[in-house]
């Protein structure tokens, strides 16, 4: 019976036929054989989740199963680990419980094969996270960020390859940070491993970062206008494979997903503007081409120069220099001379290469850094308050009532939370930093007393 007097609903209450062993520790041989024909039976009764121990297997079906939305969260909310088939919301729930009930930061591990649905995975159990960890409007600003940084990443890191649609061409590790009373308070997101050199080559079939052709399929007219955009065949990084359009993607309609995204996490129009200028930036660099001139490199059609100059806001001869010369500093008997190296066509088409991939990766990190940096803003006041809550007589600070004494004492809080890992080394990271460091507190402002470390974590990694 459910907490308001009405049946539970079971997702599989329409089927109770036993397909398989649930837990594969109960099968009467740990075989390799055995462990892929218990999979197989389960899978062909489109049951894609099984345990062997602690473990969830998740085998990816490649189409949705009926068994991810508000019931289900119902069903397996405080519910124990074999009270329910598996699933992946009862290894999130068991997760979620144990950093609750006992205090301590837990991790989910989540490694596979490309189109095995890491992604996926990591995106439901940072749903279901949400949907029961309550909170008021300002902490559902915060789930929003969480939730709404991965279609963002998901533009400008992932691709389609040839054995996925949608293939996270980065690693990312995700941490979820929670006030004492169980809700979301902030995260950090740390990505690593991005695949630049899918902005300039790939295999034949395969597309580059999603956000190319988004952009090209999703602007209107006036961004079409300022941004030069064309069709998708006419700029070199996209046509050199032969696949533009993916048949489960819509371009159109997830360009205003990232566009919703960005505005979501808090970055301004004018940066936003700035993101999709050096987009189509690096798409135009793309059509700058070489021809040999005197053993030297020289670029083919100048008026190619005009645009990207444009785009990314530097003078066109100095663009035109930057990729087909380079600086050397030579020293010699305590002198240092600069000297101009013409390049050949081989490695001018390099350097403007590595300017393209370097440009989309510096996009990349500002996105993360954006992303994570905000919801840690919104951690850093509760953090300080719940680790400074007991400013008792015996305490030297709280015993002074000068704002001075104040600033110096929110100043060690913040040291406090950067060793909980809510900002950069040493502390919360950029603007956060300033904002509060200086503000002075009145003694009367301070909370009660709770006695509690203010946060846990909870983390995602994708492998």
């Excluded at 490309?114 to 439901?124: I, L, M």
């Excluded at 785009?311 to 380079?326: F, V, Y």
């Excluded at 190296?341 to 290469?353: G, H, I, K, P």
């Excluded at 929110?410 to 406090?416: A, C, E, P, S, Y």
Aim: charged letters at 25%.
């Amino acid at each position: 019976m459910g907490s308001k007097g009405h049946h539970r609903y079971h997702w599989q209450s329409h089927n109770v036929k036993q397909s398989g062993v649930d837990d594969m520790v109960l099968l009467t041989k740990i075989t390799e054989d055995a462990i892929v024909e218990n999979l197989k039976k389960r899978y062909m009764d489109d049951y894609i989740f099984t345990y062997i121990g602690p473990v969830l297997i998740s085998v990816n079906p490649f189409k949705q199963m009926p068994y991810f939305g508000d019931k289900e969260v119902e069903l397996y909310q405080g519910s124990a680990q074999y009270e329910n088939p598996p699933h992946i919301y009862a290894l999130a729930d068991n997760m979620y419980r144990n950093m609750m009930i006992d205090r301590e930061n837990q991790c989910v591990i989540i490694s596979g094969e490309s189109g095995a649905g890491k992604t996926v995975a990591a995106k439901y159990i940072m749903s279901y996270i949400s949907r029961v960890s309550g909170g008021g409007p300002r902490v559902q600003h915060v789930k929003d960020i969480i939730l709404q940084s991965n279609p963002l990443l998901e533009a400008f890191g992932n691709a389609k390859t040839v054995r996925n649609n949608n293939s996270s061409r980065f690693g990312k590790y995700f941490e979820i940070q929670f006030s004492s009373g169980g809700e979301p308070d902030g995260g950090k997101i740390s990505n690593f491993l991005l695949e630049k050199s899918r902005v300039v080559m790939r295999n034949s079939g395969e597309r580059s970062f999603h956000i190319f052709y988004q952009l090209i399929e999703g602007a209107n007219a006036d961004q079409k206008s300022s941004l030069g955009i064309t069709s998708l065949d006419y700029y070199n990084y996209l046509n050199q494979s032969g696949s533009y359009k993916v048949d489960d993607i819509n371009d159109k309609s997830d360009f205003q997903e990232t566009m919703h995204a960005m505005k979501v996490i808090g970055i301004k129009p004018e940066d936003r503007t700035m993101v999709l200028q050096i987009v189509a930036g690096v798409l135009h660099l793309g059509n700058i081409n070489f021809k040999e001139a005197g053993n030297y490199a020289a670029v083919e059609s100048e008026e190619f120069l005009a645009f990207p100059a444009f785009l990314l806001g530097i003078d066109q001869n100095r663009l035109k220099e930057k990729i087909t010369s380079r600086k050397m500093d030579s020293k010699w008997g305590g002198k240092s001379e600069s000297i101009d190296v013409t390049l050949n066509v081989e490695q001018a088409c390099y350097t403007r290469d590595a300017l393209s991939k370097a440009l989309h990766s510096r996009v990349f990190d500002f996105l993360v850094e954006s992303g994570g940096s905000l919801a840690v803003s919104f951690v850093h006041v509760d953090a300080v308050h719940l680790e400074n809550s007991s400013p008792d007589s015996s305490s030297p600070r709280s015993s002074q009532g000068n704002g001075e004494e104040h600033r110096e004492l929110l100043h060690n809080g913040r040291q406090t939370c950067g060793s909980a890992e809510l900002g950069a080394e040493g502390g919360i990271a950029g603007p956060v930093e300033r904002e509060y460091a200086a503000r002075p507190v009145a003694r009367g402002q301070w909370p009660e007393a709770s006695g509690q470390r203010p946060l846990e974590r909870a983390s995602v990694y994708r492998l």
